[in-house]
């Protein structure tokens, strides 16, 4: 990924309580974890409720979602559509893993593992619409990976 540009590299629970280290500017950022890393999956996990939503699916439907051997879980984008910025969208993605009341649906399975502060975001800015690159991103995701998306991206 730094050889693609991206920053950051910052745990989970690193940016919940120092998050102005993300630059306030559009982008895309990806969620990691380590290539061989073993899941435990919570019935119960740590995100908030959207329009009244359960967030929590079944432990079935998680391990059907897990691509064993890579490190990418979750492609985002901030902007492309939005005045959303790398700052506001993942201070928002945050305090959805924080259990608050936010509109961050997108990656919300991410919140259903036993480690979520421990996974690594890493961010990049671009000029370009950030939703062209995210869609390319997880295309190439697809390609490597047998047709499938990242473990917490529910759609392209």
Same mark, same amino acid.
């Given at each position: ?10 745990? &989970? ?8 280290? &993300? ?23 740590? %995100? ?10 079944? &432990?079935?439907?998680? /391990? ?16 492309? %559509? ?37 996974? &690594? ?13 995210? /869609? ?21």
């Amino acid at each position: 990924m730094k050889q693609h540009g991206f920053e950051g590299f910052v745990s &989970i629970g690193n940016l919940m309580t120092n998050p102005y280290q &993300i630059p306030n500017e559009q982008g895309v950022y990806v969620v990691l974890c380590s290539h061989s890393m073993q899941p435990t999956f919570l019935a119960k996990g740590s %995100g908030g409720l959207f329009k009244d939503k359960n967030p929590n699916v079944g &432990i079935a439907e998680l /391990e059907e979602n897990w691509i064993d051997n890579t490190s990418i879980l979750y492609i985002g984008k901030a902007g492309g %559509g939005s005045n959303a910025t790398l700052l506001s969208r993942l201070i928002q993605y945050l305090k959805f893993g924080m259990g608050k009341k936010i509109g961050h649906w997108g990656g919300r399975y991410i919140w259903q593992l036993a480690n979520s502060h421990d996974l &690594i975001i890493c961010w990049k800015a671009t000029i370009d619409n950030p939703r062209d690159v995210e /869609e390319r991103m997880i295309a190439k995701f697809k390609a490597e990976h047998n047709g499938r998306r990242p473990f917490a991206n529910l759609k392209d």
